[in-house]
């Protein structure tokens, strides 16, 4: 449709069918056929104004999706279809692994494979629009939510929320009906919830806002993302959905981003709980003055904004906010076909997409597990070994995570069935997903430790303990867990902890037990396969950590990009009083970002640099080798950092400026090559601009953020 005929559209319009396109609810509403019950019912609406909402949210199938638009469809004066949302966050039915697990592979190809992939589902089923990326910025592992966020780096975070955005939405979403108009979230500052609790406070000051949350969300706008939904959190004391600051300032001024904006979920009417409002009517006025355009499950627009808009005279404002929205439902290509596709459906294009995604998962949680620790070469497992199969995780199907609310958990592959089908001496010890582990349960773990030559220990979180309103104040291995491994390291030192959770844990209570620990993550559908590839060596680890592992849960919130302090601890003064430290732990992490080893074994070694000094408009390049010197072949991530040595204001002592994936040969080596341009030394000043000054730098290069194997300084000159 074009665009003045979009606007013809608008001017039929009445005021309340105005608002009505601006107000998203659940399908319930629709069930009873639009009879006055239920939902509608306590929420005192009309059928005329059920027949004048724009969008629904969290439909399961395409029946449901037809049935409802082709109700809505006959019973609006209008006509206009309906948009449909859903929460498409790894994966709809078939589910890849956990998006922090994604982001271990530090590649947007494989986001943007994800995303292509999932939409594919998706939109098979009737979707319109997915609730992802989550471009948050994280850096407490006690926020449940880290699991859905690409860890705690702006620079990955970014370029992975990118590869989302191209993934879901392609080229052109009116021609390409497999792919999902995709909505960045949460806009803005959620992930620094004060305590890791949900949806509790954040401040922050406008430096770390650009610095460190923006960039995700900058990236997405760049890469055409439709839709951004603000969160639920206060920035400045004032909740972001009420926040015209945030929305209209940054989102719409400094981030120029002309598409739709959503509230969270009941965040509009959650204002007045927030005590920002006094009632709903003030909730929908504030909400609105902010610039959101759909109020997602509350009635506060639905039932207020008429009146608002008349009173204050928002009329333009109103024309504005629903011509969005019926731009997004062009751009859809909704008003020529509101099912999308959905009709010429069969059911061997149904399962053409099953396959295809099922080959695809397998593939890529090969890629996402990270081996944090394989002291004494315990993996890879070797064919015909007498293996033991032990804890909770080992037969659980409990895999998926968080997010995966179509997911069928009851077809994913265990650990077990996986390692059932390799060439193995293996007996198996499940216990009870999500239970304490009794002391009989250790004592019959015992025994089968004793017996075996290898100890596989299963265990972790179930997808209940991460995720949205997941927070924990310990994070720590729970319900007897560690005890399980500690007393198993007793009686057989070649123990290999295979860890399924969503979150950076803490490991200390396990970590000098045991040589060896795979980070899996939760990996998804195919998980318990793509494990037992690993575990065989028929595939090689690759993952690097998105977000680092403290040493205790006190080191929280943790970040590799810390700033130096007034008072930095080093070796030479660790010992001393009033330095920036803990008197009873380090600072450091227990597993740094970046960090994740291989079968392999790498080196990157120095050809030189190009330059010592540079000005604008030149770069620097550095030479080295990777070298694999083993016998395995395998992939790793080299990661280049920078440390600016003065700035004006703090800057963390390193940050990850630039990343090559390379993939090696027993005993091969590759010549790669960085190159650097004053672009990747630029930070955010104090009046928020982004610009860098003369001087000298520091560039590490090697295969974590702890990692110096190569380090030279540059001067930057005018
Ligand atoms: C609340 C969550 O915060 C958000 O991420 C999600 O997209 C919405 N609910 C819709 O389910």
Redesign the pocket.
């Known amino acids: 449709m074009r665009t003045n005929e979009l606007k013809q559209i608008l001017t039929e319009m009445t005021l309340s069918e105005k608002v009505g396109q601006l107000v998203q609810l659940t399908p319930d509403f629709f069930l009873a056929g639009g009879e006055i019950t239920g939902p509608m019912q306590e929420w005192q609406m009309s059928k005329e104004q059920l027949f004048q909402i724009g969008s629904v ?2 439909t399961h199938t395409s029946e449901q999706v037809m049935q409802i638009q082709e109700t809505y469809l006959e019973k609006s004066r209008l006509k206009i279809p309906l948009v449909f ?3 498409v966050i790894h994966g709809y039915e078939s589910i890849y692994p956990i998006p922090l697990a994604l982001a271990s592979t530090f590649s947007p190809e494989i986001v943007e494979e994800v995303a292509q992939l999932s939409a594919k589902e998706a939109t098979q089923a009737g979707v319109h629009v997915t ?2 990326p ?1 471009g948050d910025h994280v850096m407490d592992a006690r926020w449940g ?1 880290v699991l ?1 966020s690409n860890g705690e780096d702006p620079t990955l975070s970014a370029a992975l929320t990118r590869g989302y955005v191209r993934g879901y939405q392609g080229g052109n979403l009116s021609t390409e009906k497999n792919r999902l108009a995709a ?1 960045v ?2 806009f803005v500052g ?1 992930g620094a919830a004060q305590g890791g609790r949900d949806y509790n406070t954040v401040d922050l000051s406008h430096v770390n806002l650009y610095q460190n949350y923006l960039p995700a969300f900058q990236a997405a706008i760049e890469e055409g993302v439709e839709l951004v ?1 603000t ?2 959190n206060t920035m400045d004391g004032i909740p972001v959905t009420g926040n015209k600051e945030m929305v209209q300032k940054i989102l719409r001024g400094d981030l120029n981003f002309e598409g739709v904006v959503i509230s ?2 009941a965040a509009v009417v959650e204002l007045i709980a927030h005590r920002i409002a006094k009632d709903k009517k003030e909730a929908a006025s504030l909400a609105f003055s902010a610039g959101i355009d759909m109020d ?2 509350s009635d506060s627009y639905q039932t207020h904004l008429a009146e608002i808009v008349l009173d204050t005279n928002q009329q333009v404002a109103l024309d504005n906010a629903v011509f969005r929205i019926l731009t997004l439902k062009n751009k859809l290509g909704l008003f020529e076909d509101p099912y999308r596709g959905l009709r010429e459906l069969d059911d061997n294009q149904l399962a053409a997409t099953k396959k295809q995604l099922a080959e695809s998962i397998l593939t890529i949680s090969e890629k996402t597990p990270v081996l944090l620790k394989n002291d004494n070469q315990i993996l890879p497992l070797k064919v015909g070994q007498k293996v033991a199969l032990i804890g909770p995780k080992a037969s659980s199907q409990d895999i998926l995570g968080a997010w995966s609310w179509i997911g069928e958990s009851e077809k994913a592959i265990s650990l077990a069935s996986g390692l059932q089908e390799k060439s193995l001496e293996l007996s198996v010890l499940p216990m009870e997903d999500g239970q304490v582990i009794t002391d009989e349960a250790i004592n019959q773990a015992l025994i089968l430790a004793k017996e075996n030559e290898v100890v596989i220990l299963a265990i972790g979180e179930t997808s209940e303990e991460s995720g ?1 309103a997941a927070s924990l104040a310990q994070i720590s291995l729970s319900r007897n867990q560690d005890k399980l491994v500690q007393a198993v390291a007793q009686v057989n030192p070649n123990v290999a902890v295979v860890l399924f959770n969503g979150r950076p844990l803490d490991l200390s209570n396990i970590v000098e037990e045991v040589p060896t620990i795979l980070e899996v993550w939760f990996p998804g559908s195919q998980g318990g396969r793509s494990i037992a590839n690993l575990l065989m060596g028929e595939v090689n680890p690759e993952g690097k950590l998105p977000m680092s592992f403290p040493r205790s849960v006190g080191q929280l919130p943790l970040s590799y990009l810390s700033l130096s302090t007034g008072r930095p601890m080093h070796e030479g003064n660790k010992d001393q009083k009033y330095i920036s430290r803990y008197m009873d732990e380090g600072n450091d992490a227990l597993f740094p970002f970046g960090h994740g080893l291989s079968y392999s074994q790498f080196e990157c070694v120095d050809q030189g640099i190009s330059h010592q000094a540079f000005r604008e408009d030149e770069t620097i390049e550095i030479r080295l080798a990777v070298k694999n010197n083993s016998q395995i072949a395998g992939g790793t991530t080299v990661q280049l950092y920078i440390e600016d040595l003065v700035t004006k204001v703090a800057r963390p002592v390193k940050e990850l400026k630039q990343w090559q994936k390379v993939y090696l040969e027993a005993f091969e080596e590759k010549e790669i090559c960085f190159t650097i341009s004053a672009e990747d030394l630029f930070y955010v000043h104090h009046d928020l601009s982004r610009s860098v000054e003369t001087g000298e730098f520091n560039l590490y290069i090697g295969l974590s953020s702890q990692d110096e194997s190569i380090k030279h300084q540059v001067a930057y000159t005018m």
């Open positions: 949210l969290g949302m859903a929460d609730f992802s989550m939510r859905e909505c979230k949460h959620y939904m969160s639920f969270d979920w997602m499950m949205e």
